[in-house]
């Protein structure tokens, strides 16, 4: 883990990527993923709405991130011109990579051991990654296949002598040219373990925010009118709106969204290290100790959300007298501090442009055939287990 200094540096070239005006330009290049998402519903079908979400925003991060059309969202007639037959294959790896590190008995033996005896996880995955089949093996093959071809990406963009400003890896390449002090920092294993960081987490969460918004939403018929009178007032249905626009006329859209991520949080914990010797609730941390903070036990907690088994967007009104007086930690969905994750704006951005897109076409139902209560799965992010199955109603004009 890199500290101090040195973090600082990487921290600020980092945020660098995120800042207002290039999240304000990928819109033009985002938006045709959405439309092309949105063609994939057929009107009066049962989908699992979570396996095309996940599709989108796989194709969202391959666009934004790193210039790259993975082809997940076309038909399969396009998608085979453009990376043949890499689609299945790739979405097959990467659901797979953000999946398997399951904070349960289904996870590795190395992970559950570690959980409890930390000192151990190392030398035990070491010895499990000599076990044909295990889930040590498995994981560790499936990521080095999909590091491999993100590897590839890096190195073919690296060597690009004009690379352009479009994508995040463009803009980081082009900011570690500028010194020998930027290029000692950013080693290419380094740039490597971002690009697969910004798949794995960025397009796992935003696939389970948005399945997760859908599901709630589908099942509280007032939050829907109210969601679709605000979107449906914006304008025509062939209108994008610009990052402005998002940031400014979707007010309840924003207070869904929020809801949703403090209903179903899209990361299960988020992980500090104590600097100091501290006492916390009457419990002493020696400096160096770990804290895993549960985000799901602070989204429910009554003093801070009164009703929290309700979904109620209102709740995040800030005018509300609840929102007024909750405690700012207490809804933590993107991490908390200097560490929290940079990216929230830019997942914000691109969840709200798809729901509007797919609201103004459609709205969704509950499958039969879904389980209630949905179960979830606990990795590097959460996933709905056995998806979120839905009907798609086309929209009246």
Request: proline share 7%; net charge negative.
């Amino acid at each position: 883990m890199c500290r101090g200094s040195t973090w600082q540096a990487m921290r600020n070239v980092i945020i660098s990527i995120y800042q207002p005006s290039h999240l304000a330009s990928l819109i033009p290049a985002i938006q045709p993923y959405i439309e092309q998402a949105g063609n994939l519903f057929c009107p009066g079908e049962e989908i699992t709405f979570s396996d095309i979400s996940i599709r989108l925003f796989t194709d969202v991060i391959g666009q934004a991130a790193f210039g790259v059309d993975f082809g997940l969202t076309k038909d399969t007639d396009d998608a085979e011109k453009i990376i043949h037959d890499a689609p299945r294959d790739f979405i097959q790896k990467h659901l797979y990579a953000t999946t398997s590190l399951k904070m349960d008995l289904s996870g590795s033996l190395s992970m559950l051991v570690g959980t409890f005896l930390p000192a151990l996880q190392k030398p035990l995955r070491q010895l499990m990654l000599r076990v044909p089949g295990s889930m040590d093996r498995r994981m560790d093959e499936t990521n080095a296949a999909l590091s491999g071809e993100l590897d590839a990406i890096v190195a073919e963009r690296t060597a690009q002598a004009d690379r352009g400003q479009k994508n995040f890896l463009s803009v980081l390449l082009n900011g570690i040219d500028t010194s020998d002090a930027m290029r000692k920092l950013f080693t290419p294993d380094y740039v490597s373990a971002l690009t697969y960081e910004h798949l794995l987490a960025g397009s796992g969460t935003m696939s389970f925010t948005l399945s997760s918004l859908v599901y709630l939403v589908s099942a509280h018929p007032e939050v829907e009118e109210k969601l679709l009178q605000e979107i449906d007032a914006f304008g025509p249905k062939d209108v994008v709106p610009d990052a402005d626009d998002l940031r400014t006329k979707f007010p309840y859209l924003e207070q869904v969204l929020k809801e949703t991520m403090r209903y179903f949080p899209g990361s299960p914990v988020v992980s500090r290290e104590a600097t100091a010797d501290v006492e916390i609730g009457g419990y002493f941390l020696p400096k160096g100790t770990w804290v895993w903070l549960a985000t799901a036990v602070l989204g429910r907690d009554p003093e801070q959300f009164p009703e929290p088994e309700a979904f109620r967007p209102e709740r995040f009104d800030p005018e509300s007298e609840e929102c007024k007086r909750r405690h700012p930690y207490a809804y933590i969905p993107f991490g908390i501090g200097p560490r929290a994750c940079p990216g929230q704006k830019f997942a914000f951005q691109q969840l709200k442009l798809t729901v509007i897109h797919l609201y103004r076409r459609y709205v969704f139902r509950h499958s039969a055939r879904m389980e209630s209560p949905l179960q979830l799965q606990f990795s590097i992010v959460t996933n709905f287990k056995n998806g979120v199955k839905l009907q798609v109603v086309q929209r009246k004009n």
